[in-house]
T-cell receptor
Framework: DGGITQSPKYLFRKEGQNVTLSCEQN?????MYWYRQDPGQGLRLIYY???????QKGDIAEGYSVSREKKESFPLTVTSAQKNPTAFYLC??????????????FGPGTRLTVL | GQQVMQIPQYQHVQEGEDFTTYCNSS?????IQWYKQRPGGHPVFLIQ?????EVKKQKRLTFQFGEAKKNSSLHITATQTTDVGTYFC???????????FGTGTRLTIIP
């Protein structure tokens, strides 16, 4: 089956620890995105990548880091510098660099809770 | 940053009633997309509108893009329990490769 996988579905961490969220896609899409969703709110863009070995900051990049070493993988690290990391994290991909004209396919999400 | 106003934030309707959500932008948009997120799920793409004044239909759903390309609406006729979820618009401006999502309208159905 083609799609986007995110693991784990639920993640618990202690305050002050870095944590890396996984995102893998086998759709052969060029562009990948990370969003954060808080209860009752919309999606806010953290980082995005339009091509391997390149990525751009989104609207709320502070306290996060990413890498794009492979086309199919776009892991997100939530660092201890992120002041309020508890949230639902969604990874998405789209077919090419013209992200605004192509639908985005979303993974099932990872719900991160920092204790 | 780009402002995306989506109203209403919540809507409770009796099953069989109609539902409409609106998206408004302060700038002219190149296109607009609509997504649906079921409770506990992830957003799923519904449709994209590109042309000024465009109207598209998917069964009971009607999507419109304003003549000035600054607003859009999603209308559901005769809601069913399967329509429950949060509906998001997502906008982009010319020269901006990112999508900006609205805050969403959460639809609940009273059986």
């Amino acid at each position: 089956d083609g799609g986007i996988t995110q693991s784990p579905k639920y993640l618990f961490r202690k305050e002050g620890q870095n944590v890396t969220l996984s995102c893998e896609q086998n759709l052969n899409h060029d562009a990948m995105y990370w969003y954060r969703q808080d209860p009752g709110q919309g999606l806010r863009l953290i980082y995005y990548s339009q091509i391997v070995n390149d990525f751009q900051k989104g609207d709320i990049a502070e306290g996060y880091s990413v890498s794009r070493e492979k086309k199919e993988s776009f892991p997100l690290t939530v660092t201890s510098a992120q002041k309020n990391p508890t949230a639902f994290y969604l990874c998405a991909s789209s077919i090419d660099r013209s992200g605004q004209y192509n639908e985005q396919f979303f993974g099932p999400g990872t719900r991160l809770t920092v204790l | 940053g780009q402002q995306v106003m989506q109203i209403p934030q919540y809507q409770h309707v009796q099953e069989g009633e109609d539902f409409t959500t609106y998206c408004n932008s302060s700038t002219t948009l190149s296109n607009i997309q609509w997504y649906k997120q079921r409770p506990g799920g992830h957003p799923v793409f519904l449709i994209q509108l590109v042309k000024s004044g465009e109207v598209k239909k998917q069964k009971r759903l009607t999507f419109q893009f304003g003549e000035a390309k600054k607003n859009s609406s999603l209308h559901i006729t005769a809601t069913q329990t399967t329509d429950v979820g949060t509906y998001f618009c997502a906008e982009s401006n010319f020269g901006n490769e990112k999508l900006t999502f609205g805050t969403g309208t959460r639809l609940t159905i009273i059986p």
